[in-house]
């Protein structure tokens, strides 16, 4: 069993930035990827970012050049760096994880990011 929570959303205003923390329970090793999803009001949740264990690393086109995931195995902690932030990014954003064995997907309870203009 995995349990992930997630933290450091917020509201904050256009063109600031935050950073969102996933924390996993066990080793972020015995992930096949790691990543956040978003979803806002009347929209389809959405793959923001992915970080794989094989290596290299997804970005949406909406943030590419903006966001920035990252992950410290110590902590057994995935991380996505906000940038220059927009309205358009406010949404609740959900850590999703998949395990090697068996390669079932886990998710946060998500955490709501809001940017005013």
């Known amino acids: 069993q995995v349990q992930l929570v997630?933290?450091?959303?917020?509201?904050?205003?256009?063109?600031?930035?935050?950073?969102?923390?996933?924390?996993?329970?066990?080793?972020?090793?015995?992930?096949?990827?790691?990543?956040?999803?978003?979803?806002?009001?009347?929209?389809?949740?959405e793959l923001v970012a992915r970080t794989f264990n094989s290596g290299g690393t997804f970005y949406a086109d909406s943030v590419k050049g903006r966001f920035t995931i990252s992950r410290d195995n110590a902590k057994n902690t995935v991380y996505l760096q906000m940038n220059s932030l927009n309205v358009e990014d406010t949404a609740v954003y959900y850590c999703n994880v998949q395990l090697i064995i068996p390669p079932i997907d886990y998710w946060g309870q998500g955490t709501q990011v809001t940017v005013s203009s």
Request: net charge positive; aromatic share 10%.
């Open 6 to 45: 997630e933290s450091g959303g917020g509201l904050v205003q256009a063109g600031g930035s935050l950073r969102l923390s996933c924390a996993a329970s066990g080793r972020i090793s015995s992930f096949n990827y790691m990543g956040w999803y978003r979803q806002a009001p009347g929209k389809q949740r």
